[in-house]
């Protein structure tokens, strides 16, 4: 029983780490990780009281959740 667990655990493993693989390397996942990048670096900014905030460049939201600019 032991070692069909352990078979069963490796090949989740693997599975999921081939899985994730997939995702990371689309062009959807690098543009949303770009943009999480940027958010968190301008709010960083913004509280560290380096750089003053700037209404005309910042991000609102509307009902339907699209950001607009």
């Known amino acids: ?11 989740t493993l693997a599975l999921t780490s081939v899985a994730l ?3 990371v390397y689309t062009d959807a996942y690098s543009h949303s990780a770009r943009a999480e990048v ?10 560290s009281g380096e750089k003053p905030c700037d209404p005309a460049n ?12």
């Not at 940027?38 to 509280?47: D, E, N, Q, Y």
């Not at 910042?58 to 600019?69: A, F, I, R």
Request: charged fraction near 15%.
């Open 58 to 69: 910042m991000l609102s939201s509307n009902e339907s959740g699209t950001v607009q600019q």
């Open 38 to 47: 940027r958010g968190v670096r301008a709010l960083t900014l913004v509280a």
């Open 21 to 23: 693989a997939g995702v």
């Open 1 to 11: 029983m032991k070692y069909r667990d352990a078979i069963f655990a490796m090949l």
